[in-house]
């Protein structure tokens, strides 16, 4: 059998890249105008990095990340998200200041060993942004504000924001302790990776996957009833922000995220049209210790997201979405003669120098043949130039869609193609 992509990887075809190009620039556009800078990393960094940052009890660490030796014996993972390479970056380049903020968005492929199914792919790709430098509610509601943005501008109403505290870091001793509490009484019941959780991260184990450990947390309390003070303040601060922006959420006092760093607010975004189990688009939080954790040597709180983008366009084609990709209009060059293509070859070239999408065929097709592939490839114009026209320094120009046809002098193309093709 011929070489096959891998398991849970997908070759992205033409046209659907079409489709991909334009929601990235979307999304470049869109965090732009919040002020937000691009930042690219590797796809592949010391496996340290992400064990420090993400949580060796998580899934993602604990089972999901590709990782191998060099040849030099180092341990290398494929980035199984971006949050933590662009903290390492930020650091190692020293991007910013005490007191400052900086806003940097990216978008890539990432890498997880899950089960591949509808909406779970081993290499997926996100497009998320960090805010940097802020502990202010007002950046956790300006970055849910930016994400809702993203959906609804693209027509994707059949959304919901879900949103939860998971307290700060200070607070952490006592919310652990409370849970191991709750926990003890039924801890016999757990399932195994939970009975790990219990002692080392009890917060996991209300992100379990196992039905039994479910019901558990199911009739445990949530989070709300733990968090006390100034993590209860920013909470409803950033509530007020939601609701006075008119921002549909709905508070899931049970929800944790899969990445051990964040601290206070959480928040996802749901499909409230069933995507084959996979309605979670979009996920994100806050993360104020972060940043310290990886030794820099003073306090950049964050919040931020990502997006599933391979989550959103499956979505958008079940809702039979058609984005509104902008092409230029396309011009066709034809040959009537064998020895008419070399000399077309320059009238193209001074076309695409005036930014002009040209095509000329490239397998010696007949003229008749060439009409039909332009329309073919839906070209907007034919241009015809055999010998005669060339030796009168003219052109014939057909509108392909209105079959209007039209004789041009060839010093007059480009101002003509420029007023028709703006
Ligand atoms: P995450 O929730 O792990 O967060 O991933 C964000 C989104 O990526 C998910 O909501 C989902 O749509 C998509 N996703 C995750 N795994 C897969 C997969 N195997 N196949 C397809 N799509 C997937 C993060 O990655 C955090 N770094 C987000 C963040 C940024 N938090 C703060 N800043």
Known sequence: MSIQALRGTHDILPPSTDIWRALETYSADLFSSFGYKELRTPIFESTELFQRTIGENTDIVSKEMYTFNDRKNRSITLRPEGTASIARSVIQHKLIQPGQSLKLYYTGPMFRYERPQAGRQRQFHQTGLECLGSSHYMADVEVIQILYRWFSGLGLGD??????????????????????QWLTPVKASLCEDCQTRFHKNVLRIYDCKVKSCREIVDTLPGFLELIEGEDLEHFKNVKQGLTALGLPFEVSPKCVRGLDYYTRTIFEIHSTLDQDGQSVLAGGGRYDQLYQDMQNPFAIPAVGFAIGMERVISLLDTQKHHLVISEKPLLAILCPEESDYAANLNLAQTLRSARIRVEMDILGRNLKSQMKWASKIKADFALIQGSTERDQKKCIVKNLNSFETQELNVDQLSQWANQIFK
Do not use: A
């Open 159 to 180: 959304i919901k924001i879900v949103l939860n505290t998971t307290g700060s870091l200070s607070s952490r001793p006592k919310i652990t302790e409370t849970m191991r």
